[in-house]
């Protein structure tokens, strides 16, 4: 590897790549540009270029990962069923679908269903990848039903089940205000440093399911860097790139808080 791990790159994604060792990665967190014309790295001139653009970055980001790694991919459910295409062409292996409901507020759609959700694809390279399920697990939604159950069990099969004090299964249907929304100012968008900036508590659900301590994550769009800090906050290594400078710095910054 010809880069110093738990260092954030300002390069362009193409040449970062060559420089990072195939096979080297545990987990790839990749949150790249949807075409959305969020701003000039979000834009494309036409579906075909977006498209060419975004498979190119796949072909390399599958080289990095390791025969078990596993690789999440953000987009809109409209990209996403030509990325999952792409991908299962490639040979990944399709794990899940997930939907992220942003809590983004009210929407304006007056054609259609206002949108209101973005696209996980969980993605691994072979079938012994890392799945921490127990590390991940989301509350009840029945408390009132798990309360009984705590103290009498329910009848399953014939057999007492008892409900896990950590809580359910983590299931493919994830609920994270986008960052937009959780620092609205009385209902009002505030201008934020980064137009896209995802979760972090999202981001370390995912570092925690499928990667372990020392593991490296990788992230070759990684804006004000929060894989970055979700990985140095539960000890895994980190490498990545961002070709904006100023949201490099942002992400040093951040960085060095931890
Ligand atoms: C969707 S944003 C990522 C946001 C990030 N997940 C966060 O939480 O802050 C995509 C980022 O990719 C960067 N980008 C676009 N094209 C790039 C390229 N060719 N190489 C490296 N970074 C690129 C953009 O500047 C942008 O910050």
């Known amino acids: 590897m010809n880069i110093k791990i738990n260092t954030i790159y300002n390069s362009d994604c193409f040449k970062f790549f060559d420089k990072v060792k195939n096979k080297s990665v545990d987990l790839a967190i990749i949150d790249p540009p949807y075409n959305l014309k969020k701003g000039e790295w979000d834009t494309f001139k036409t579906e075909k270029k977006f498209l060419e653009f975004t498979y190119k970055w796949i072909d390399e980001v599958i080289l990095k990962l390791k025969n078990n790694g596993s690789l999440y991919i953000f987009n809109t459910p409209y990209n996403s069923a030509f990325i999952l295409q792409y991908l299962t062409e490639k040979r990944l292996i399709f794990q899940n679908w997930i939907t992220w409901d942003k809590r983004d507020g009210l929407g304006s759609a007056k054609r259609k269903y206002s949108n209101g959700q973005e696209t996980i694809l969980f993605f691994t390279k072979g079938n012994k990848h890392i799945f921490n399920f127990e590390e991940i697990r989301t509350p009840y939604d029945s408390l009132e039903r798990m309360k009984h159950a705590t103290k009498k069990g329910i009848l399953k099969n014939g057999k007492r089940w008892f409900p896990n004090p950590k809580g359910k299964l983590c299931g493919e249907i994830w609920h994270f205000s ?19 900036p995802k979760p972090l508590d999202m981001i370390e659900r995912i570092i925690k399911a499928s990667s372990n301590e020392g593991d490296l994550v990788f992230d070759c769009f990684i804006g004000t860097g929060t894989t970055a800090v979700a990985a140095k906050k539960l000890k895994r290594n980190f490498i990545g790139c961002e070709i904006n400078k100023d949201y490099v710095f942002y992400t040093k910054q951040a960085l060095k808080k931890i």
């Open 178 to 196: 986008s960052e937009r929304h959780k620092t609205k100012l009385n209902g009002r968008t505030q201008k934020m440093i980064h137009a896209t």
